[in-house]
């Protein structure tokens, strides 16, 4: 759970939750009492809040007549919600193992970039198997290493989720990640 929330709100998030106590409080009241920034104390309560793990209500001050937004941490749900966010993991990671199955990739051995077959051959772009950036021959691009592993990357995810933070496994996310971007 302290890696699902790290992951999440990161090292000083989690330092602040960490002393934070069980009461509904505003965000200036916790920065007090956590002895954390401002800066970071909404941040994190932004983030856990998109999570569905913190909880606000809103409050007018009798002095200044402003609204105060007075914040509750809960983790009951959390199990749920490291599970909902794995299932969405491994819809993602299926999706992008699905594509790399299903379609031919050619590169360059400058690995300049990832082109189909149907843009190597040159049916598309033109290109008939020469790299358009540094004008080298594309060769196909064998990435059934790296599919064997995401397949057994997903098994192990699909049998325990709190194995998205295994540090081991964080590369692979990434990698999944910025190429779906």
Known sequence: ?????????GQQ????????SKNELTDQQI??????DLNTVRRTLFTLYEHRLAFYTLQRDKETGWMLYRWLVNFDDIE???ADDAHKLISKLET???GELNTAYYTCDNNCGRYTFDMASGYTCGYHFVCPVC??????????KLTDTMQGKISELKTDVQAIFYPENSSIFELVKTEQE
């Not at 920065?31 to 954390?36: D, M, R």
């Open 135 to 144: 004008k080298q021959s594309l060769h196909y691009d064998d990435t059934s």
């Open 31 to 36: 920065a007090e009492e956590t002895g954390s």
């Open 13 to 20: 998030g989690l330092e602040m939750i960490k002393r934070l």
């Open 1 to 9: 759970m302290l890696a699902y929330l790290e992951k999440l709100v």
């Open 96 to 98: 992008w193992l699905d």
């Open 80 to 82: 749920r919600r490291l």
